[in-house]
C-alpha cells in the first residue's frame, strides 16, 4: 500500500486548506483512514478518523473520502496558526498500519 500526499501550502489565519491522500489500491480494503499532524518536538496527535462513513467532522475539520479516486480528504477550515503542523495519512488494513509522506500546512499571516 502507498499513500500519496498532497496539499500542502501556506495560509492565511482563519482560511481554508484540503488536504488529499491517494491510495495505490482500492480503499475499501482499509478498516480505518486517519490524518495525523506532528510539530517539531512534540508527539504526532491524531486529527481525524473515517471508518466506513463517507465524512465526518471533527469541527474545523472534516474527514471524508472519494471511493472511486481511491482518496481520503481532509477539509481545514477557519485555520488557526496552532494548526501549524506537517500532516499525515495513514490507514489500517488488518493489524497493518500504512503511512504516507508528511505535507507542511503553514498557517500565517
Known amino acids: 500500500v502507498q499513500l500519496q500526499a498532497s496539499g500542502e501550502g501556506l495560509v492565511q489565519p482563519g482560511g481554508s486548506l484540503r488536504l488529499s491522500c491517494a491510495a495505490s489500491v482500492s480503499i475499501f480494503r482499509f478498516n480505518s483512514m486517519a490524518w495525523y499532524r506532528q510539530v517539531p518536538g512534540k508527539q504526532r496527535e491524531s486529527v481525524a478518523r473515517l471508518t466506513s462513513a463517507d465524512s465526518t467532522s471533527y469541527g474545523r475539520f472534516t474527514i471524508s473520502r472519494d471511493n472511486a479516486k481511491n482518496t481520503v480528504y481532509l477539509q481545514m477550515d477557519s485555520l488557526k496558526p496552532e494548526d501549524t503542523a506537517v500532516y499525515y495519512c495513514?490507514?489500517?488494513?488488518?493489524?497493518?498500519?500504512?503511512w504516507g509522506q508528511g505535507t507542511l500546512v503553514t498557517v500565517s499571516s
Open positions: 495513514s490507514v489500517r488494513k488488518g493489524t497493518d498500519t500504512y
